[in-house]
């Protein structure tokens, strides 16, 4: 069955960097766009971005452009999400998801995505 696993949240301090991985398994990785979620507690999923089946092109939320970046490794089944100068807002828990098929208006939501980790947390204190 599909799994994909995310690692690498934890607590840091504002303006700290962290590197997220989701390691993807059980599905032919370089079908599907790969797009990166966050939710904190009371609050919707949001989307931060997406990244498509050969890596050119991303999109980006605002909320976090320029600061995140996302990337892939096929070979490795791999897509991972840099945030750098994280800010006390960033905290929540972290997915990815995979979404099969090309980048379309539906990779910018939930909806886009047919799998999903269980999430990572990421905590950044003031």
């Known amino acids: 069955q599909v799994q994909l696993v995310e690692s690498g949240g934890g607590s840091v301090q504002a303006g700290d960097s962290l590197r997220l991985s989701c390691a993807a398994s059980?599905?032919?990785?370089?079908?599907?766009?790969m797009g990166w979620f966050r939710q904190a507690p009371g609050k919707e999923r949001e989307f931060l971005g997406t990244?498509?089946?050969?890596?050119?092109?991303?999109v980006y939320a605002d909320s976090v452009k320029g600061r995140f970046t996302i990337s892939r490794d096929n070979a490795q089944n791999t897509v991972y999400l840099q945030m750098n100068s994280l800010r006390p807002e960033d905290t929540a828990v972290y997915y990815c998801?995979?979404?099969?098929?090309?980048?379309?208006?539906?990779?910018?939501?939930?909806?886009?995505?047919?799998?999903w980790g269980q999430g990572t947390q990421v905590t950044v204190s003031s």
């Open positions: 998801a995979a979404g099969f098929g090309i980048l379309d208006t539906d990779k910018l939501k939930t909806k886009g995505y047919s799998y």
């Open positions: 059980g599905l032919t990785f370089s079908n599907y766009a």
């Open positions: 990244i498509p089946r050969h890596g050119t092109n991303t």
